[in-house]
C-alpha cells in the first residue's frame, strides 16, 4: 500500500525518545520529511542523526520546541513553514504527568498536568490549522494512553486530561473534516518504554515485590502475553496520518494487544 507520505511534511512533538521517536522513525522509512522535536536541542539532533542514519532519508532535521511553552510552539511551526512551505502532519506527544491518586495532588500538579498533556495539544493545533486549511489537506494525530478506555488506577492526572483530550479532538475532527484533515487520537497499552519501565516500578514499591515481577504478572493479562514494541504503535500512528487514511477520523484507538477488557 503506498501511504502518500513521500516529501511529506510531518512534525513530530517530543520525538528524541520513545513513542514520539518510534513514530518519527516509521514515517522517515516512509520518505516523509520529518521534524523531530524536544526541549533540548542536544537531544533533538541526537534522535535526528539516529533516525536519518536507520530510515536512510536525509530529510529528518532537529528543531528545540518546550511543549509547556505557547512561544516556542509558535517559533517551530513558523521556522517549519518558513523552511519547508508547508506543514502535512502533525503527532502530538508529551510526557506523561505525575502518577498518585487524589490526595497526592495540588492546584499546581492539576495546572502542570493541564499544561503538559493537554493545553500543548491546543496550542499546537491552532499552529497548523491555518495551513492545513489552505493546502486543504491535513492529519493530526494525538498520542494518548489506553486511560481513554479504561481508567489506571494511581494515574488521576492522566485519567482526567487525556479524556478532556479526546473530547477536544472529537469535536475538532468534526469542524475540520471539510478541509480533508483528520483528526484522530491513538493510545498506547502496554509499550515497552521508559514510562512502562517507570509505572512498574512505582507499582513494584507499592507491591512489596520487584519490577520483573510487575511484568510477568502485566504480561500474563495480555492477550498476546507480550508487551507491545514502539515500531508497532507507531506504524498505526503513521496509516491514520498518511493520505491512504481518507474516511478514519474523530476516533480514539489503543494500541494494546487486546490488553483492555472496555468495550
Not at 102 to 128: K, P
Not at 191 to 203: F, Q, V, Y
Not at 240 to 256: E, H, M, P, W
Request: charged share 25%.
Amino acid at each position: 500500500m503506498d501511504l502518500g507520505l513521500k516529501e511529506k511534511v510531518v512534525v513530530v512533538m517530543a520525538s528524541s525518545k520513545g513513542l514520539g521517536k518510534a513514530s518519527a522513525l516509521e514515517f522517515a522509512k516512509e520518505g516523509a520529511i520529518v521534524i523531530v522535536s524536544s526541549r533540548s536541542e542536544d537531544s533533538a539532533s541526537a534522535a535526528a542523526e539516529e533516525i536519518r542514519s536507520t530510515s536512510k532519508n536525509e530529510q529528518v532535521h532537529a528543531y528545540a520546541c518546550d511543549m509547556s511553552k505557547a512561544q516556542d510552539i509558535q517559533q517551530l511551526f513558523h521556522k517549519v513553514n518558513e523552511q519547508f512551505g508547508r506543514i502535512d502532519v502533525l503527532v502530538n506527544n508529551t510526557g506523561g504527568p505525575k502518577a498518585g491518586g487524589f490526595d497526592n495532588m495540588s492546584d499546581d500538579d492539576w495546572y502542570a498536568a493541564f499544561d503538559q498533556n493537554l493545553l500543548s495539544y491546543i496550542r499546537t493545533c491552532r499552529e497548523v490549522l491555518p495551513y492545513m486549511k489552505e493546502q486543504q489537506f491535513g492529519r493530526i494525530i494525538n498520542i494518548s494512553s489506553s486511560s481513554t478506555k479504561e481508567v489506571i488506577d494511581g494515574l488521576i492526572l492522566s485519567n482526567t486530561m487525556r479524556a478532556g483530550m479526546v473530547g477536544f479532538a472529537k469535536t475538532l475532527a468534526r469542524e475540520v473534516a471539510g478541509d480533508n484533515i483528520m483528526v484522530n487520537t491513538v493510545g498506547p497499552g502496554k509499550i515497552s518504554t521508559g514510562r512502562i519501565a517507570e509505572l512498574n516500578e512505582a507499582a513494584a514499591k507499592r507491591q512489596g515485590i520487584t519490577a520483573d515481577e510487575v511484568l510477568k504478572n502485566t504480561e500474563a493479562q495480555i492477550p498476546t502475553g507480550r508487551l507491545g514494541e514502539p515500531a508497532e504503535f507507531a506504524r498505526t500512528v503513521v496509516f491514520l496520518a498518511s493520505a491512504a487514511n481518507s474516511y478514519v477520523t474523530g476516533q480514539s484507538i489503543v494500541v494494546d494487544g487486546g490488553f483492555l477488557k472496555a468495550l
